[in-house]
């Protein structure tokens, strides 16, 4: 595997914390559990110009297919993906709040979906996009052209003050009892608060804080050999036991010790094996 990444140069570094280029061996399909981390994407698959996705309904796996170049909006859950597309792939990850710079509509929109770049930008410019990307022949060409298309869509779009407070208030510290404290310092009603957030990043802000303090768990687990999940919980601020796995499979399908076993060198990256299925099944 080849992975490389960038933070682009201002102002897009505003809005974007990365743009990110990947390349597989061709390899069987196999299906992995993508994981919310608070944040929207723009990938673009350029092996082949579709992205497919793969939804559990009545206990029976469904698959759906779009364009190649997507936008992936703010998740509230897992995603399934099949890692047969990700042979060779781009992406850009936005900063919460960034979207709007480059989109003419609300995040919360795009949330929990994955939108077709044509249906935001049009089919001639989605299908110009991917094309140019295609071009280069080095990874790092790749990524500057990737940066340039960028700069070119971006516009001028800050987020209202109080949403700027919030997402500092909550990146120190994913608390959700924090979020009324929050809601009471920035002069706004809730419902307006709200409203502002929810358009700037995608979801409310108590969404936002949860899903936080679970990359929050995902981080401190990742940085310990033997894991330690009752310590992690208290350390993150899950009152009990009990709240913390049910925050746990909310957002990932799976009891801690069970990420644990199947996570990949990705931190937001499970694998989802055939055992998945006959649980649903039964």
């Excluded at 595997?1 to 990110?20: E, K, Q, T, Y």
């Excluded at 999940?229 to 799976?254: E, K, N, V």
């Excluded at 010790?257 to 299925?277: E, I, P, W």
């Amino acid at each position: 595997m080849l992975f490389l990444h960038r933070v682009p140069g201002p102002p897009l570094n505003a809005s974007i914390d990365s743009i990110w280029y990947c390349w597989n061996a061709p390899g069987p399909h196999a299906l992995e559990r993508v994981l919310p981390s608070g944040t929207a994407q723009l990938i673009v698959n350029l092996k082949e110009d579709e992205t497919r996705g793969y939804l559990i309904e009545s206990g029976r796996l469904c698959q759906t297919r779009r364009s190649g170049t997507v936008l992936t909006g703010v998740q509230t859950s897992y995603q399934l993906i099949d890692m047969a597309e990700t042979e060779e792939v781009m992406g850009v990850v936005f900063r919460p709040g960034g979207l709007p710079a480059f989109f003419g509509v609300p995040a919360h929109e795009s949330s929990d979906r994955d939108v077709p770049l044509d249906l935001l930008w049009g089919a001639a410019q989605a299908g110009e996009l991917r094309e140019r990307l295609l071009e280069p022949r080095g990874p790092e060409a790749k990524l500057d052209a990737l940066e340039g298309a960028m700069a070119e869509r971006w516009r001028p779009c800050a987020a209202h003050p109080a949403v700027v407070f919030a997402l500092a208030e909550i990146g120190a510290n994913p608390c959700e009892s924090k979020v009324a404290a929050i809601t009471g310092c920035v002069g706004l009603s809730a419902k307006r608060f709200i409203q502002h957030f929810t358009g700037a990043v995608g979801v409310t802000p108590k969404q936002y804080c949860r899903i936080r303090r679970f990359q929050q768990v995902l981080a401190a687990a990742e940085n310990g050999r033997c894991v330690e999940w009752t310590r992690i919980a208290a350390d993150c601020g899950y009152f009990d036991q009990s709240h913390f796995i049910h925050d746990f499979r909310r957002f990932s399908g799976l009891t801690p010790t069970s990420y644990d076993t199947r996570r990949t060198q990705f931190r937001n990256h499970v694998k989802f094996l055939q055992s998945d299925m006959e649980a649903l099944v039964r």
